[in-house]
């Protein structure tokens, strides 16, 4: 059983620092991409960054680029995502997600979820 745990989540203020973490089980590791999404209130889900299986590729949306960073250890089969400079409009659930092959950006060719963890960034 295919298990994504989220964690890291919490309230920071404008210009704030957040690491989040996506411990992965049930899967091997190192053979998949993996993804961040978040999702706003009233507003569907939305690509934030994915990784390469190997870490040696890196994807972000415009409006993180810059500003948040993934990484994985494969040792600990675990996925990061720093973000830095955090701004109100980050305010969401995160969630990872483990892709196979496909296109990294793509919401529906993800193969599996986690369930989320809240960011919420005050003014």
């Known amino acids: 059983q295919v298990q994504l745990v989220e964690s890291g989540g919490g309230l920071v203020q404008a210009g704030g620092s957040l690491r989040l973490s996506c411990a992965a089980s049930?899967?091997?590791?190192?053979?998949?991409?993996m993804g961040w999404f978040r999702q706003a209130p009233g507003k569907e889900r939305e690509f934030v960054a994915a990784i390469s299986w190997s870490g040696d590729t890196t994807y972000y949306a415009e409006s993180v680029e810059g500003r948040f960073t993934i990484s994985r250890d494969n040792a600990k089969n675990t996925v990061y995502l720093q973000m830095n400079s955090l701004k109100p409009e980050d305010t969401a659930v995160y969630y990872c997600?483990?892709?196979?092959?496909?296109?990294?950006?793509?919401?529906?060719?993800?193969?599996?979820w986690g369930q989320g963890t809240q960011v919420t960034v005050s003014s």
């Open positions: 049930g899967l091997t590791f190192s053979t998949y991409g």
């Open positions: 997600a483990a892709i196979y092959s496909g296109r990294p950006r793509a919401i529906s060719e993800y193969d599996y």
